[in-house]
């Protein structure tokens, strides 16, 4: 008997706190990027506690589905690691004769991770092109060990996958023997675990693993995904992570986006692993 009521009291547990949040006010609803997944879900972890009534919800599953769930109407903030294409520019004018709002929140170094162990610790972006279509196959081309190199990266549907196929493999296919996993947590697990392993992602996830410094060219210094490389512009993919709107915010919804690029809310950027964005000021290039 105990092994059935156990279940059922959390389940009313549940339950009741669901009514008790609905009571409260309006749930603002919030999906997209797995990168940013848990610099959204900090955000409105520390929102809510300073804010009496408000109700957050955070889910991932891919810039890609973020901008789609907006696009439908299923989620207010879109999270994106990467720009909005033309084409979803045009399904969201073709439904809301708008191309939406753009804001970016945060920035972040997409960076390249390879094993501890492994001595390679630099690498240019023409090597990373080369790694990643299939071209370089051995780490004892890179100064590695005699081992072959095993590929890890995102599902087609994640922003952190638009930008590395785009500013990286500028455009190419990736090798049909990279393995696609479902985030970038998942991408340091396995490098994490696997000596011959290379991966990508946000910086903010690199854990239990080595970053590699990043040249443009062979010949040119390279930097790693730090704060000031990042905000400088030399680490070479350095990117902005936005949130996307159909229209201008406004009401719960603006006055959340102003707390996430207040200093507080800028300073939680730094606190998960990203980094704070340079201007503070709204801006609307998706307007454009």
Request: hydrophobic share 40%.
């Amino acid at each position: 008997m105990k092994r059935i009521l156990a279940p059922l009291l959390i389940a009313l547990g549940f339950s009741f706190g669901s009514i008790g949040l609905g009571l409260a006010g309006k749930m603002i609803t919030m999906k997209g990027s797995d990168t940013m997944v848990i610099l959204g879900q900090r955000w409105a972890e520390q929102y809510m506690q300073k804010t009496p009534g408000a109700v957050i919800q955070v889910t991932g599953g891919g810039s890609g589905t973020g901008i789609a769930a907006l696009i439908n109407g299923t989620t207010d903030i879109c999270q994106s690691s990467r720009p909005i294409k033309p084409s979803e520019k045009n399904k969201m004018k073709e439904r809301y004769f708008t191309q939406g709002i753009e804001i970016p929140v945060a920035k972040d170094g997409l960076a390249v991770y390879v094993h501890e162990s492994n001595p390679v610790d630099k690498l240019t972006i023409e090597q990373v092109k080369l790694i990643y279509t299939g071209k370089i196959t051995n780490w004892k081309e890179l100064g590695g060990p005699d081992a072959k190199i095993i590929l890890y990266g995102r599902e087609n549907n994640s922003g952190t996958y638009v930008f590395f196929k785009d500013n990286v493999l500028m455009g190419a296919d990736f090798a049909p023997q990279t393995a696609t996993l479902p985030g970038t947590a998942a991408v340091v697990n396995a490098v994490s675990k696997d000596k011959n392993g290379i991966g990508y992602g946000g910086a903010a996830y690199a854990k239990g693993i080595k970053e590699c410094a990043l040249a443009e060219k062979a010949g040119a210094p390279a930097y790693g995904p730090t704060l000031e490389n990042v905000q400088s512009g030399k680490y070479p993919l350095a990117r902005d992570l936005y949130w996307y709107f159909r229209t201008k915010p406004a009401g719960d919804v603006k006055k959340l986006v102003d707390w996430v690029l207040s200093p507080e809310g800028q300073k939680v950027v730094s606190e998960v692993g990203y980094f704070p964005v340079k201007s503070t000021k709204p801006s609307a290039d998706a307007e454009k």
